[in-house]
């Protein structure tokens, strides 16, 4: 079935509710294994029918966010998902005190045990309306970026249409441009400043509610991070501090260098040559039929797999007025979908976001037939290393997309890949301090994230657009506000996809087969263990970030960036 022939249906809560309940009480009261495993895939079967149908929801919610009916049903879920967290708590309770639980073990595996006793901490009936409330309040924040209408040249841009013209050649276009965009921040700064401390404040809530000083300790267990903690991430914050911000000056010097300037603001930090940043050839249309060809020849599996995204419409890469701002890959778990959403501008990104996204999917089509929801999808810093090392894996059909720039695609998407780890951390350290610190005023976090961007982002010169001056810029960043403390996976994802580029380098087929063993993978484990399935190194291992950092800095300064 295709993506717009699914039929959409609200769920009752009434009925998900005593359905789940019915089951549970089976599979509680089973007599022997048999029936309990029966038992056991019909809640399953049930959990998946609901979330398809908040999937779908929500997607078309995204495709169109002025679209009042979805609009309706996204509220709809907001208040109801809590108690569907309810219900799959008292599942998990269950499942670690089944009756046949060796039996369950030998044949799911002792992984689902173990998230199982995890994810009981991250919930309690107290808190439920503090999880509607949160759960509203993102949804504002998604809404509230969707209305943007950025005037610029006699037309109207939402905030990824406008991107365009943030990498223009002319400089001056990109600092009007800019300005333009961040008049929407200025214009509202005071409706974000709320939001977020309302989102701060429920989350502190929740947390004291469950025994937590604050939501950080709550905030990793909702992440599922059950083999690494908030010290080994500074830790490696740190690493990045003492290895890649030296790295980065080096490299905003040449940039610099490149373009002639004395100083780069924040509307420059995204151009890297004179001659202009490479753009893809051709229509959106274009862009995808050449898509399919590089998908069929990089493997059998991604043959499959993309050909199964164009027969079903799960791509929708075009922007337009209403559409959310952002890019994503979802699943309609029913039906065994992975849905891609973008938003193509005609800059490079559009590459990199069906690349990264595509890699997203491919993990989901690969592990979409696990009966168990958990191990369909990994935790997200693992999932992210799906999605960034298929931008690597994907380098030897770049020339199709970039024709003559495709030597400066390579350097200028390396060169950003190791340009994002200190701000990828600046953006995690930054929410380290904002929830050890609840009650600190919207002033003073944007004082705080000043401080972060000078740890971390010393090249970069603010210009004196206000939201930029005042300490506002980190509020564009939707993870902060919806998905806290998500942000340093891509970081740590970051470093282990480098690592698929070191190999890739020296055997292809080799460096292949691992990736797809991994994605095949799903979520049968926990990050670090499907890290050493993979054949990587953690990137919490002293001596990693320099030495994978290291090799793509002496790649780039193999190359005459002057020439381009």
């Given at each position: 079935?295709?993506?717009?022939?699914?039929?959409?249906?609200?769920?009752?809560?009434?009925?998900?509710?005593?359905?789940?309940?019915?089951?549970?009480?089976?599979?509680?009261?089973?007599?022997?294994?048999?029936?309990?495993?029966?038992?056991?895939?019909?809640?399953?079967?049930?959990?998946?029918?609901?979330?398809?149908?908040?999937?779908?929801?929500?997607?078309?919610?995204?495709?169109?966010?002025?679209?009042?009916?979805?609009?309706?049903?996204?509220?709809?879920?907001?208040?109801?998902?809590?108690?569907?967290?309810?219900?799959?708590?008292?599942?998990?309770?269950?499942?670690?005190?089944?009756?046949?639980?060796?039996?369950?073990?030998?044949?799911?595996?002792?992984?689902?045990?173990?998230?199982?006793?995890?994810?009981?901490?991250?919930?309690?009936?107290?808190?439920?309306?503090?999880?509607?409330?949160?759960?509203?309040?993102?949804?504002?924040?998604?809404?509230?970026?969707?209305?943007?209408?950025?005037?610029?040249?006699?037309?109207?841009?939402n905030l990824a249409g406008i991107g365009k013209f943030l990498v223009d050649n002319d400089r001056q276009v990109r600092k009007e441009a800019s300005a333009a965009r961040w008049k929407f921040f200025a214009d509202n700064q005071a409706k974000f400043d709320n939001l977020y401390d309302e989102l701060v404040a429920v989350r502190q809530k929740m947390a004291k509610k469950l025994g937590h000083e604050n939501y950080i300790d709550l905030g990793y267990i909702k992440m599922g991070r059950y083999d690494y903690n908030k010290e080994m991430v500074q830790n490696f914050r740190q690493q990045i501090i003492d290895h890649i911000v030296p790295m980065a000056g080096r490299l905003r010097a040449r940039q610099k260098a490149r373009l002639g300037y004395d100083t780069l603001y924040d509307y420059d930090i995204d151009f890297s040559f004179i001659t202009g940043n490479p753009a893809p050839k051709g229509s959106p249309e274009e862009i995808l039929a050449k898509a399919k060809t590089m998908y069929g020849e990089l493997s059998p599996e991604t043959n499959e797999f993309?050909?199964?995204?164009?027969?079903?419409?799960?791509?929708?890469?075009?922007?337009?007025?209403?559409?959310?701002?952002?890019?994503?890959?979802?699943?309609?778990?029913?039906?065994?979908?992975?849905?891609?959403?973008?938003?193509?501008?005609?800059?490079?990104?559009?590459?990199?976001?069906?690349?990264?996204?595509?890699?997203?999917?491919?993990?989901?089509?690969?592990?979409?037939?696990?009966?168990?929801?958990?191990?369909?999808?990994?935790?997200?810093?693992?999932?992210?290393?799906?999605?960034?090392?298929?931008?690597?894996?994907?380098?030897?059909?770049?020339?199709?997309?970039?024709?003559?720039?495709?030597?400066?695609?390579?350097?200028?998407?390396?060169?950003?890949?190791?340009?994002?780890?200190?701000?990828?951390?600046?953006?995690?350290?930054?929410?380290?301090?904002?929830?050890?610190?609840?009650?600190?005023?919207?002033?003073?976090?944007?004082?705080?994230?000043?401080?972060?961007?000078?740890?971390?982002?010393?090249?970069?010169?603010?210009?004196?657009?206000?939201?930029?001056?005042?300490?506002?810029?980190?509020?564009?960043?939707?993870?902060?506000?919806?998905?806290?403390?998500?942000?340093?996976?891509?970081?740590?994802?970051?470093?282990?996809?480098?690592?698929?580029?070191?190999?890739?380098?020296?055997?292809?087929?080799?460096?292949?087969?691992?990736?797809?063993?991994?994605?095949?993978?799903?979520?049968?484990?926990?990050?670090?263990?499907?890290?050493?399935?993979?054949?990587?190194?953690?990137?919490?291992?002293?001596?990693?970030?320099?030495?994978?950092?290291?090799?793509?800095?002496?790649?780039?300064?193999?190359?005459?960036?002057?020439?381009?």
């Amino acid at each position: 079935m295709k993506f717009n022939e699914i039929p959409y249906s609200r769920p009752a809560i009434e009925k998900f509710e005593a359905d789940f309940t019915q089951l549970l009480t089976s599979f509680n009261s089973a007599k022997d294994f048999k029936s309990q495993q029966t038992a056991f895939k019909a809640l399953y079967q049930l959990r998946d029918e609901f979330d398809t149908m908040y999937q779908l929801a929500n997607i078309r919610y995204t495709l169109d966010t002025a679209n009042e009916t979805y609009q309706k049903e996204v509220d709809y879920f907001d208040e109801v998902l809590p108690t569907t967290e309810k219900l799959i708590t008292e599942f998990y309770e269950a499942l670690v005190n089944a009756t046949f639980k060796k039996e369950l073990t030998d044949q799911y595996g002792q992984h689902i045990f173990d998230m199982a006793l995890y994810k009981l901490k991250a919930f309690d009936p107290s808190i439920m309306a503090e999880l509607q409330e949160e759960n509203r309040l993102k949804s504002e924040y998604t809404k509230l970026k969707g209305t943007a209408k950025i005037d610029y040249k006699g037309e109207t841009y939402n905030l990824a249409g406008i991107g365009k013209f943030l990498v223009d050649n002319d400089r001056q276009v990109r600092k009007e441009a800019s300005a333009a965009r961040w008049k929407f921040f200025a214009d509202n700064q005071a409706k974000f400043d709320n939001l977020y401390d309302e989102l701060v404040a429920v989350r502190q809530k929740m947390a004291k509610k469950l025994g937590h000083e604050n939501y950080i300790d709550l905030g990793y267990i909702k992440m599922g991070r059950y083999d690494y903690n908030k010290e080994m991430v500074q830790n490696f914050r740190q690493q990045i501090i003492d290895h890649i911000v030296p790295m980065a000056g080096r490299l905003r010097a040449r940039q610099k260098a490149r373009l002639g300037y004395d100083t780069l603001y924040d509307y420059d930090i995204d151009f890297s040559f004179i001659t202009g940043n490479p753009a893809p050839k051709g229509s959106p249309e274009e862009i995808l039929a050449k898509a399919k060809t590089m998908y069929g020849e990089l493997s059998p599996e991604t043959n499959e797999f993309f050909n199964y995204m164009l027969d079903h419409d799960l791509m929708d890469v075009i922007n337009r007025p209403g559409k959310a701002d952002m890019g994503y890959c979802w699943e309609l778990s029913s039906y065994k979908h992975p849905f891609i959403f973008a938003n193509f501008n005609g800059t490079s990104g559009d590459i990199d976001v069906l690349t990264h996204e595509a890699g997203h999917a491919f993990q989901y089509f690969s592990s979409r037939m696990n009966e168990v929801i958990e191990y369909k999808w990994p935790t997200s810093e693992a999932c992210e290393i799906h999605s960034m090392s298929m931008e690597f894996l994907t380098y030897p059909w770049m020339e199709s997309f970039f024709e003559e720039d495709a030597d400066k695609y390579f350097f200028s998407h390396l060169n950003k890949c190791l340009l994002f780890l200190p701000y990828g951390c600046a953006v995690d350290h930054f929410q380290h301090i904002v929830y050890e610190n609840p009650d600190f005023t919207p002033d003073q976090r944007a004082n705080a994230w000043k401080e972060m961007e000078a740890l971390y982002l010393p090249d970069r010169t603010n210009s004196d657009v206000p939201s930029l001056q005042s300490g506002r810029f980190w509020q564009k960043q939707g993870h902060i506000f919806e998905s806290p403390f998500y942000y340093i996976d891509y970081v740590l994802a970051q470093i282990c996809a480098f690592q698929f580029w070191q190999k890739n380098q020296k055997d292809k087929t080799a460096t292949w087969k691992s990736y797809l063993e991994l994605c095949k993978a799903g979520g049968t484990a926990p990050f670090l263990q499907l890290v050493k399935l993979a054949g990587l190194k953690s990137p919490f291992e002293e001596g990693c970030v320099a030495s994978v950092a290291g090799d793509i800095e002496a790649y780039l300064d193999s190359i005459d960036d002057s020439k381009f």
